[in-house]
């Protein structure tokens, strides 16, 4: 372990539990960090986290159920406002922790009535006693970028021997038993899959696979190559038309409704006592994964000017990184990332 990880327990007190941050599929969303580092089956070239360190399709206790469980204990009972959803995922592939089933019911049994999601790209699928276990939870969120293997391999620079077409047979298994919802995500990068043959692929799988909902989406956040760029409005204009128009044998609703839009929730409402607290928040939340000052704001149910000044704090004390991302700064305190 690290200084900057010991810094980050002894500070912000939680090593596994961060957030919550407002996703748009989900809202406000705990976090709960399943590897403790950068472990995962793929090397994204878009990684918001950074680079992968530990490549590999290994299943294994990374991070004990019964250390993630205390934190997340200690976390209830500290009376925090209760988020909309408790999602699985961290800093790599929450599914190759082998006692993620401990820890889904342990979420559970914490937290009845809350709806427990996960975070995944898939591959771990192609395991039967994954797909089992995942039958526990509530939503899945699995993305699939490319079905041409030569541009998965690009994009995503899978563990050896992983194959699209298997990954998706095994979503598509997945859903046949499934009874939650499946939220497929798209990640386009120009360059790298945003090809016709692509598109065309992915249609077909689209509506064989019939997920409750599809984002198709493009890197808004600096990822861990600079070269991967985001596709232009145009190109992400046609592909969301052309899976959205994808008909389904599973959809009963179109893949973005049957979903709350939660932008611009209620969470300006929820203001925050401690400024020391909300410092810590803030500076546990960047060390995850870059965002502006409004994303934060936003997902934290912080004041802006409240996120400004904790910025200004976090800037002096040499521990933020800027990057400027179109017309956006994106804040970032995680480690090894090139300023
Ligand atoms: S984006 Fe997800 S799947 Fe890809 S390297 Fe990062 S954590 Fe792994």
Redesign the pocket.
């Known amino acids: 372990m690290n200084l900057f990880l010991l810094l980050d327990e002894a500070v912000m007190g939680y090593k596994y539990v961060f957030g919550p941050v407002f996703s748009g599929r989900l809202g406000r969303s705990l976090g709960l960090d399943l590897l403790g580092s950068r472990i ?1 089956s ?3 070239v ?4 950074g680079k ?1 360190d530990v490549l590999t399709c290994e299943r294994k206790a990374y991070v004990p159920a019964a250390d993630i469980l205390r934190e997340l204990e200690r976390w209830k009972g500290e009376g925090h406002e209760l988020p909309d959803v408790i999602t699985l995922g961290g800093l ?2 929450p599914t190759l922790n082998s006692e993620m089933p401990e820890i889904v019911r342990g979420v559970k049994t914490l937290f009845p009535s809350m709806d427990v999601a996960v975070l995944t ?1 898939s591959v771990t699928l192609t395991d039967p006693e994954v797909r089992k276990e995942l039958l526990e939870v509530d939503v899945v969120l699995p ?1 699939m970028d490319s079905l041409i293997a030569s541009e998965f391999r690009a994009i ?1 620079r899978p563990c050896r021997g992983v194959e699209p077409q298997a990954v998706a047979k095994a979503l598509i298994e997945f859903r046949k038993e499934f009874k939650g919802k499946i939220f497929l995500e798209v990640l386009l990068s120009r360059g790298y899959n945003d090809s016709d043959e692509n598109l065309a692929e992915m249609k077909a799988f689209c509506t064989e696979l019939g997920p409750d909902r599809i984002d198709v989406v493009t890197l808004s956040r600096p990822g861990t190559l600079d070269k991967a760029g985001p596709v232009d409005s145009g190109t992400l204009g046609r592909w969301k038309k052309a899976l959205d128009a994808a008909p389904s044998k599973n959809r009963d609703c179109g893949p973005e409704t049957g979903v709350k839009d939660r932008s611009g929730t209620d969470n300006s409402a929820h203001v925050l006592g401690e400024v020391s607290d909300a410092f810590d928040r803030i500076q546990a939340s960047l060390m995850r994964r870059p965002q502006t000052a409004q994303q934060l704001s936003g997902a934290l149910g912080i004041p802006l000017c409240e996120v400004e000044r904790a910025i200004g704090e976090l800037e002096k004390c040499g521990r933020l990184h800027i990057r400027q991302t179109g017309d956006d700064l994106y804040y970032d305190c995680r480690l090894d990332v090139d300023s």
């Open positions: 995962c793929m090397d994204c878009y990684c918001e986290v992968t790599g592939e790209n993305s995503n």
